[in-house]
């Protein structure tokens, strides 16, 4: 029973009934066209045959029951495959809509601690006939960006490959793949997820912090504690709501060029501008800008230190300006400001600011102090790269991809984009409660690329 | 917000995400003849028809977080109908073992305590056209019997009534129907929930006790300590199974003639004989018979005082006789020496009784004492008259009516059976680890009765 990294037992000791710390991910994946109607039993049978088992797919805590102080990993000999692997179905008639309204049900119930720390989802009856996969997987386990890359790694990029082994299987028996090459795994690598941000942070020597408040002295700089107060800066209940969809990598990739901007400033415009749209309709819109909190992993050549890689920079989203050009400028000069400055600093001066950023988020841990405190940021957006070419699990061809993350007290809404082939997947994951209508944001992220796309038209 | 009672916030603050304190039914309905191949959305539409919502619907607890410490009820005016009314499918070949295990699961998960206390699923792509309703209510807010006759008040006994409204209408707003008469009500209270009893027993003054322990001195009676320790005693995760079956009243009731017993002899015959072979089958059946609690609800005549008549008998299942008469005399004999010393007490030597018997059931909150202690009772088992009459919703014939219960630190298996016209249907809900292979227990259940029939053949 060897005792747990402390930055794996903070999420479990920091998870409530309210808060549970698991990443996910929702697939969606176009049947072969030689197959028949059992298209799902067909792929059930074929993530069976994977007997073999990783131990991250084995471990589960010592002391399940335990709040306080160490806990153990026990790692198990015995897998119940019946219980972490099932088959589900959809209500007729059976749209994307009613996947996401399973999804956020799944999405929300806390994993079994008595258990390894993982589920999966394999889901029919989509009238489209897409075979859809909910993955979860327990934070303690895994960050966000280790979730996709494993995930990716069950996955080829061959159509004909028939020997793709399930996500469980040991690294080695996997079936070889491009995203596995060292440059694709690099290009993960660039943006990692919003908890594996929170992750480093909890691990930070309390005395390093004073030192990281004078790499905060650039003015550019949007700085903590300047966010608006707003709907989205509460208390949060255990239910989720999850919303999903696909936009073209070229749509997003012209407008970006049309802007002078990267891919991410218009997925950060995106975002921005819809939820200007969503607050507006809710008489909710601040005045002052709404901030991002954007993790981050920039690491110095040639480090190969994972450790030390994340960190987190705040983005001003500029939802105080009504103008979409206006808005998309002062994001970037905004994004663009706060990597040059990580880009002058060491590692550890990075991840202190990462510390100042995002040390709100471990608020969680005291009930009700984000009510009335000030929130650091608004929303957290994520923005993952996966593979560059389309992917096929033994000739499934995966034509959506959904992170689906961890909202947080003090903030209700989590959006986590990734892309594959030629598609930029966006996974939106809120407090039931506090955001209300969450699947309206889509039409939003929609609308506000058509006014980008317009504005340079 | 008023605070509420002992017995109700005891099942809140004993509750963990191991010990969920809810209890569920599922029932099967059989479509209309006139009905579409929508026949799913017609019934949802239906239930989502009935806008008014009675308390016990509404209620949620004032301070969810709370571990200790009484708690208070909040009386919510909005209900988010689409959190608690799910529409749910089954993955194909959709047969009811399919329908099972997503009930098991459903029936493991904890209810989100920032809502009122229930759901409802409403299941469609059985193979055999039948509608599933699984539904879900916190043991805070209502015992299995009181669930049971509020799922009966809200069907008819009439095929073509269609004015019934949902579980959650206001008890006026429910169509009318047999089962409210004063006749059929009272014939669902001779017989209580085991959760119901703890609930009793919770309250009970402690300088009682010593009183109690007078009106077992009668050396018929089986005596609490008395059972053996089997597997079935250990401390249980938080995952379930569920399995549920339905026989004929009529070879029941058959039997039960034939030999010289009551239908609940019979029960629990069929019970013994099952577990009987469920444990020989593990080469783990005791030497000593295994000892069941059976709550039961024996009122002085005329008694109106609700909260007094309920208690739980020891029955001797005989499990150490290899013949199935022998062992079924020694059942009936073991119930009867225990109605018999019931019946001669006042209402409250009975409910001090069922202290006693169930007492052990209390140390659910001690965790790991369950797998030192002797235990007092083996399995509970209980028997839940229904109605006499078939009934429908809205044109829906209920074909099948499972309840699903609690199993308890200590007590890894909990049987509860109701009968409903010419069908006694039995529910069985087992810890998932330390109950392995659940479901054979019904292939036993049927073996054990056509073991009693040949016997008298």
Chains 1, 2 share one sequence.
């Not at 709501?241 to 070229?250: L, P």
């Not at 802007?259 to 950060?268: E, M, P, R, S």
Request: neutral net charge; aromatic residues 6%; hydrophobic residues 40%.
């Amino acid at each position: 029973m060897p005792f747990m990294p402390v930055s794996d037992s903070m999420f479990l000791i920091g998870e409530t009934r309210e808060h549970p710390f698991h990443v996910g991910g929702l697939q969606l994946f176009k049947p072969p066209a030689d197959i028949g109607r059992d298209y799902a039993e067909v792929f059930y049978e074929q993530l069976m045959a994977t007997t073999e088992v990783s131990s991250d797919f084995r471990k589960r805590p010592g002391q399940p029951l335990a709040v306080m102080g160490n806990l153990t990993w026990i790692i198990d000999d015995e897998i119940d495959f019946e219980y972490h692997v099932r088959r589900e179905a959809l209500p007729s008639p059976a749209r994307v809509r009613e996947l996401l309204a399973v999804t956020s049900r799944w999405h929300s119930a806390p994993l079994d601690r008595h258990r390894p720390l993982w589920e999966m989802h394999v889901v029919e009856g989509l009238s489209d006939g897409r075979l859809a996969v909910y993955t979860k997987m327990h934070h303690a386990v895994i960050d966000g960006v280790g979730a996709l890359r494993m995930m990716m790694r069950s996955l080829s990029d061959d159509p004909d490959a028939r020997d793709c082994q399930a996500v469980w299987a040991p690294a080695k028996k996997r079936a070889k793949s491009s995203i596995v090459s060292t440059t694709n795994t690099s290009a993960l690598d660039l943006v990692r997820g919003a908890a594996g941000a929170v992750k480093q942070i909890v691990s930070i020597p309390p005395g390093l912090l004073k030192y990281g408040r004078h790499a905060l002295s650039d003015p550019q700089l949007v700085r903590p504690l300047s966010a608006p107060h707003t709907m989205l800066n509460v208390s949060i209940g255990g239910a989720r709501r999850f919303a999903a969809q696909t936009w073209s990598m070229e749509r997003i990739k012209e407008a970006g060029k049309a802007l002078g901007g990267t891919v991410n400033d218009v997925v950060l415009a995106m975002c921005s501008g819809a939820l200007r749209t969503y607050l507006e309709e809710r008489n909710a819109l601040p005045d002052k800008p709404l901030i991002a909190m954007c993790p981050v992993s920039i690491r110095a050549e040639g480090d190969q230190n994972a450790g030390n890689s994340v960190t987190a920079l705040l983005a001003n989203l500029a939802t105080d300006k009504p103008d979409p050009l206006e808005r998309f400028s002062a994001i970037r000069d905004s994004v663009q400001a706060a990597k040059s400055v990580l880009s002058e600093m060491t590692p550890a001066q990075r991840m202190l600011v990462g510390a100042l950023n995002g040390a709100p988020a471990l608020s969680a841990a005291v009930p009700g102090l984000v009510d009335r405190a000030t929130p650091a940021f608004n929303v957290i957006i994520s923005n993952v790269p996966g593979p560059r070419t389309d992917m096929f699990w033994n000739g499934f061809e995966m034509d959506g991809c959904y992170p689906a993350s961890i909202p947080i007290d003090g903030v209700a809404l989590n959006i986590t984009c990734t892309s594959s082939g030629s598609s930029m997947h966006f996974g939106l994951t809120g407090c039931r409660t506090s955001v209300p209508h969450l699947q309206r944001i889509l039409s939003h992220l929609e609308e506000a690329l058509v006014q980008l796309e317009e504005s340079v038209a």
